[in-house]
């Protein structure tokens, strides 16, 4: 390899080093006691990585790094999309720590090392990369759910995650390693071209790929596999657990995306026993969560159940090739903006543990209407209510749906997104329309920092379901760029 | 003047975003009720004067408006673009003008109120969504306006939240709304399935063409439960009676005038598929006959003078649906139109008259009739128009309730030619509800306005302000005029039928209706419809000017056992209680709570152990609780891969 092609191979995957750098600065200065730098450090760090990898980043796919990694195509979108979820929640979390007396500023190298281990893990282009990059972001995320050393729901959190989080990466790992058994080659490049050989060994091929499947249906809590991640957000600090559930997701999504398309998984030409599966799973997921969700008194753990009914939605959009990914891309930004925010909010009114009690909620929109406004553009948008963005994603995953011939499924998901809305207008009703005789106790600060996250994930929502092209447009320019998965999609 | 077009669409818009955001961003602007009150009048009144502009020049080529490309997905092309037609500029008017009237009424009706920048924001921003569901060219755009209307519905509903049955009466209308709008979402689906495209012309032109066989059934069939939620039909229209309880221009405005006739006009808007499927005609026809007799019933025993007005309503928008049953859809059009003038003036009547007895505050229920009695002699203004608006909607020749309604019998009376049919049966029940509709509207008016005063005479009710008695007097003068748009086809032979030579280009009519009709057929109707408007108003006038309030116990007798099941509204609200909420709730429970317990994580239970036994127990429970995730898991990973392998 001649070093010519080597400085280019390095100038594709900069934004990967940038965060590497931003993360181990940020060590560095912590063990220095410079603190008070920290949070902007990592949060504009996040933000010009996300923004070289979309401002300069190569239009058309090439596979940089001895076919480790990919660039171009999709790619600096979706580093885009997962550095802004990093930016986001950054916002809320030094106020955050500070309300619980928490001083760890290692969670901000960690938290732009887990959006490096996301970034990695969705362009990855080898399925050793795509495995280095989801254990980079589990371990940064085991981490977060144990934040709080002395709180036993935080160790709690901490341990079970861990736990099952090694379980399922297991499964993962033996999934990639019959993978390679079959083929020889871990290349997704090269194992697009041996389909032919994989269909071969049908009964291995199976127990490969349903073993990744279930690896990655863990990360992205998918029926049956979610039951960790109520607990897990409750003990987790709240705008982290915001991160948790859309970040991580979006990564798993994406990488889980990459391989359907490029391994052909549910291609109907080819094979329909995983595409079941993976309906069936959406359609589990789409209905317990939206039940069990509506079940919920605390605020934190409905909205962990509200995040397994959208990974379904999400997992509706993956059945359905091509057109339900540029969907679910779609879906993912927009769902990351909408949690951010309800998590993020909702950690702004954190004190005591019943701050998550839906009942305390009570009056918000009297005493302090502006948050209780912005928790109710979250919740509609959550809910799928026209004119927000929520609809919008929702709109396009059911769209790509109905367009591949899975009515039935998708008016599954509708009726299933009906049932959903009950529970956040719930919400929305006890804060509007209930009031109590005493003003409701939550004590919502409204630091700049914070207020301002807010203020922009609000005015985000809005603006996209108006406009959803500013966002639609590029992610269908960045789908016709990329070749690799145009062309695996090609019969 | 096409430039000025899509102002109709934007004022509201930003009448609503100038009124909300600045009352509730400015505590000063908040304050000054004047200039709330003139921005959000002016941003209805304008799109009026526009619309009727437009409506006076058209020249009969319809004009689409396209305000911007919305999403583009493939071949599939969704923008924010408007039709300007015959059927749109009507109903357009009919929104904005009645809208303005009802806007400069509520700037006397809420004067001092707390909302007061607020209740103007949603009015604004309800006028916005509903022309978008006028004038949307396609399914999308009226289906955010059908969402938009049931939003602000639910908000006005629930504006004085204070009072949880009113925040209750709001859930219950967004509930039934969410069912009807279950069955749009579905119509739409099997439209884009079918046809691959939203837009009502493609759709209307596919029914042309013969593409879409029996699938146009389904379609009007779901579109037509669809209207049912919002036009509050049998079996979803228990929602509209409580939805009273909002302010009463929100009654007048969106209850009564126009957001309840927009699943009549979505109807008028599609009559190519309506009239390719003669089975859900029939169907509608039959649910439009039962609505409009057991609401009228249920009218005659109610005491709160909105609750009359409310099961009117129904039982009106009953009529209408009739005549779409019977493929006369401008005569639903036109009964749509003199509805909205004389209703809108019975309730704005009634929000005068209750703004009157909560001013005294010396009875209990301001809205009890009851207690009312004599206030023609306080309120000549209100009583008037009142009286003359009960005419019109009594069918008293020449106003303009006689026109709209006896042409919906008509239709009934002439679909086919057998003496025996079903919509002669409907024909029947249709001209039964008119005589009660006379009675219950003569009765409501007499108990009000006339007899002696029923309640203590210490003090004196008024006369409301201008700016609610000139909106009264306007609405009157057109419920007395508005018919003379569709004089009946016997004279000239339908020349001078106005509205029917209008909407020609846009509606077909079902032609047996005219091919049946005959001069002897039609003189009959017209003397019978006579006859029955004016013996019932002049019996039941009567009957309560002789015996006042003790009638009402004749009437009890007359109707004997019937009576109590229409005090009790046909005891719908209890069936409904019984045989769809308690079991749904009773199996939801119970199935959830089997789930809670044995699938769930039990962590449901666990967490909040977790706290209380630290330590210990602690690990133990976390140990148990973990192998038992695991199970679920392995169980996932084992099911999975039998499938896979074995399946």
Redesign the interface.
Known sequence: MDLHLLGSDTLAIAPLLLLLGVGLLIMLLDSFRVHASIPWLAGLGMLSAGAWAWLAGPSQSQVVFSGMMEAGGISPLVTLFLCLAGVFTVLFVPDYLARHDNKVNDVYALLVFAVLGMVLMANAHNLLMTFIGLETMSMCLYIFAALFKTD??SN?AG??YF??GS??SA?LLFGIALVYGITGTLDLGELSTKITLLQENK?LF??A???M??GFL?KVAA???H??T??VY?GTPTPLAGFMATGSKMAAFVSLGIIIEKLELVSPAVDN??A??LALTAFLTMVYGN??AA?QTNLK?MLAYSSIAHSGYVLLGLCAPV?GFQAILFYMFIYTLMNIGAFGLLGMAEQR?EDTDIESWKGLGKSS?YMAGAMAVFLFSLAG???LAGF?SKY?VF??A??EDL?VL??IG??TS?VG?FYY?RVI?LM????TEQPSTLNLRQKMAPATGIAVLVLLIILLG????LI?DPIRAAFSSDLVIEMASQP | MEALLPLVILLPLLGSALVGLGG?LAPGFRKNESLVGLIATAMVAIPFFIIAAAFFQFDGTPIQISL???????D?NISFSYEIDQLSLLMGMIVTGVGSLIHIYSIGYMHGDGGYYKFFGYLNLFIFAMNNLIFGDNFVVM??GW??VG?CSYLLI?FW??DMPK?IA??KA?IAN?IG??AM??AM?MV??LIGSLNFSDLNAAVADGSLGDNAMWISLLIFIAATGKSAQIPLFVWLPDAMAGPTPVSALIHAATMVTSGIYLVARLNPVFSASPEVMTIIVIVAALTAVVAALIAIAQNDIKKVLAYSTVSQLGFMFMALGAGAYTAAIFHVMTHAFFKACLFLGSGSVIHAMEHMHTVEDPQDIRTMGGLRKYMPATSTTFWISTLAISGIIPLAGFFSKDEILTSLFLFDESAFSIYKIVWFVATLTAVLTAVYMTRLTMLTFEGKERFPDTKHPHESPASMTIPLWILAALAVVGGFLGLPYLIGHGEFHLLNHWLEPVITNNPAIEENASFGKEIFLILLSTLLAIGAVFFTRNLYRKHGLAADAKVKKAFGGLFRVMEGKFFLDELYNAILIKPFMSIGNRA?SW??NNI??G??N??GT??AN?GES?RKL?SG??SN??L??T???VA??G???F?
């Open positions: 036993t729901r709690e341990l079970k736990l099952l379980f399922a499964f009964a199976y127990v790929s349903g073993l499947l279930v863990f029926f049956p596999f039951n960790w109520p607990d409750q026993r995983l079941t599966v039940l069990v079940r753990r057109f543990m209407p209510i026209p004119p919008m396009q769209l790509s109905i367009r009515v998708a008016t509708i009726l009906v809305a207008l009703f509007f329309f209930q009031t108006v406009f959803p092209s639609l | 509730f911007f490309s919305w999403m583009q997905a493939g599939l289906f955010l969402e938009g939003l629930g939240y204070k925040a709001a859930q967004f969410r709008d279950f979402i579905i689906i884009f399935n959830l789930f809670d769930v994580d962590a449901v666990g967490s977790v706290v630290i602690f976390q609780l973990i995730y695991l679920i898991i169980t996932g990973v999975m891969l499938y896979l392998i399946g």
